[in-house]
């Protein structure tokens, strides 16, 4: 089971930590992954992080702005977003997946999802 958290209202140009908690099975040897949906919008891929850490994937209007990181030891992954913008706004959702490579695709399905947490960013 997944969990997220984080939710808030931030301005514009301020930073918001999200985190994605998960139960009931040790976390290491998932993907996981950040994914958004702003109203009327299709839900969109944010970043990505293997089962270690080591390696991480970013849409382009997250790079440079969005960092994710995880604490296996805690079953934890983050999402460090900084220099928030209103067109940021949006339902978060973090999804992991036993697939060795699925942290890679964009597009590759996930098997488990946790509820979104709302993130707001006023201009």
């Known amino acids: 089971q997944l969990q997220a958290f984080g939710e808030g209202l931030v301005q514009a140009g301020g930073s918001l930590r999200l985190s994605c908690a998960a139960s009931?099975?040790?976390?290491?040897?998932?993907?996981v992954g950040w994914f958004r949906q702003a109203p009327g919008k299709e839900r969109e891929f944010v970043a990505s992080?293997?089962?270690?850490?080591?390696?991480?994937n970013y849409a382009d209007y997250a790079k440079g702005r969005f960092t994710i990181s995880r604490d296996n030891a805690k079953n934890t992954v983050y999402l460090q977003m900084n220099s928030l913008k209103p067109e940021d706004t949006a339902v978060y959702y973090c999804?992991?997946?036993?697939?060795?490579?699925?942290?890679?695709?964009?597009?590759?399905?996930?098997?488990?999802w946790g509820q979104g947490t709302q993130v707001t960013v006023s201009s």
């Open positions: 009931g099975r040790p976390f290491s040897s998932y993907a």
């Open positions: 999804a992991a997946d036993p697939g060795g490579s699925t942290w890679y695709f964009p597009g590759a399905p996930y098997d488990y």
């Open positions: 992080t293997s089962s270690s850490g080591r390696s991480t």
